[in-house]
């Protein structure tokens, strides 16, 4: 008969001390490395981010960050989204000044061959599960932006925008996103 011995989860002491050469997440107890991004990639995080940048410092509404910015979730949640808003209501998640401690208004993720598919459900559950008001999930091959605003039921899609298609954000109130800046 075979013994199963239970797995160890890992917690945010045991990540911090991880390598600085390398990217990882923490999702559920698991070490995960994050390959660097391809430069396509770069390329939409870059301008997708100074686009919501500008827009969130012109009017006052609070902070953004890019990666790699820890977001410690739990003591066993530890993830790096692409890009991230923090409301000035809420910049509380800001205040030991190392990473983010807790859910953000708004998370991006760039959807890349490595990461899509945990983007798309283990992360999206997650960022649910701990309160993230809205959740983005950019796809460079399809020129798409998907907006998921956070319901009782988890994210529902508020709207799939590409190009020649205005976004907007229930949470950044304002802010009008043409996709073809982007892409």
């Given at each position: 008969m075979?013994?199963?011995?239970?797995?160890?989860?890992?917690t945010y002491d045991d990540?911090?001390?991880?390598?600085?050469?390398?990217?990882y997440e923490l999702l559920d107890g698991e070490l995960v490395l994050a390959p660097a991004p391809r430069l396509s990639h770069q390329r939409v995080a870059m301008r997708l981010g100074a686009l919501?940048?500008?827009f969130v410092q012109e009017q006052g509404l609070g902070q953004v960050f890019a990666a790699p910015c820890d977001v410690v979730l739990s003591l066993t949640n530890v993830v790096q989204p692409d890009l991230l808003f923090v409301a000035r209501e809420r910049e509380h998640v800001l205040r030991n000044g190392d990473n983010v401690r807790g859910a953000t208004d708004v998370v991006i993720e760039?959807?890349?061959p490595a990461t899509a598919a945990r983007d798309r459900t283990i992360e999206r559950e997650l960022y649910a599960e701990y309160g993230v008001r809205e959740y983005w999930l950019v796809d460079p091959a399809a020129k798409t932006v998907t907006v998921l605003p956070r319901s009782e039921r988890g994210f529902d899609a508020a709207g799939v925008y590409g190009p020649g298609q205005d976004l907007t954000s229930p949470t950044v109130r304002g802010f009008v996103l043409d996709p073809d800046e982007v892409f």
């Open positions: 075979a013994s199963s011995t239970p797995a160890i989860k890992l990540y911090r001390n991880t390598p600085d050469d390398e990217r919501l940048h500008g760039i959807l890349s």
